[in-house]
Nanobody, 124 residues
Framework: QVQLVESGGGLVQTGDSLRLSCTAS????????MAWFRRAPGKQREFVAG????????DYADFLKGRFTISRDNAKNTVYLQMNSLKPEDTAVYYC?????????????????WGQGTQVTVSS
C-alpha cells in the first residue's frame, strides 16, 4: 500500500504562483506514474498533469496552456506541480494520484492510489 500526502496549497491572488508537492509514504519496487487532478466546486474531478517514473513522458490538460509544470524527484519519492499565472478558475482541491502501471492515464478511476487533497484558492 502506498500513501500519498499533498502539501503546498493555500490562498493566493490572480497571477501568483504556487508549488504543490506530493510525497509517497515509502519507496516501492514498482515504477509508478504519478498525476495531479483537481476538483472545483460543483464539478467533476479532472486531469491536470501526469508524469512517468523516469520523467521522460509528461502530459498536460489542454486548458493549462503552459502555465503548470509537473516534475518528480524519485530519491525523495515526491512529485511536484509548479503552478504559475494562477487564475480564479484554478480554484479547486488538488489531488495526487499514483499507478504502478507507469502509464499516464487521464481517467481518475484508473489510478490505484490517491492523496487526501490540498486546497488551492485563487482570489480575483
Amino acid at each position: 500500500q502506498v500513501q500519498l500526502v499533498e502539501s503546498g496549497g493555500g490562498l493566493v491572488q490572480t497571477g501568483d504562483s504556487l508549488r504543490l508537492s506530493c510525497t509517497a509514504s515509502r519507496r516501492t519496487d514498482r515504477n509508478y506514474s504519478m498525476a495531479w487532478f483537481r476538483r472545483a466546486p460543483g464539478k467533476q474531478r479532472e486531469f491536470v498533469a501526469g508524469i512517468t517514473w523516469s520523467g521522460s513522458n509528461t502530459d498536460y490538460a489542454d486548458f493549462l496552456k503552459g502555465r503548470f509544470t509537473i516534475s518528480r524527484d524519485n530519491a525523495k519519492n515526491t512529485v511536484y506541480l509548479q503552478m504559475n499565472s494562477l487564475k480564479p478558475e484554478d480554484t479547486a482541491v488538488y489531488y495526487c494520484a499514483a499507478d504502478p502501471s507507469d502509464i499516464l492515464y487521464i481517467t481518475p478511476r484508473l489510478y490505484d492510489y490517491w492523496g487526501q487533497g490540498t486546497q488551492v484558492t485563487v482570489s480575483s
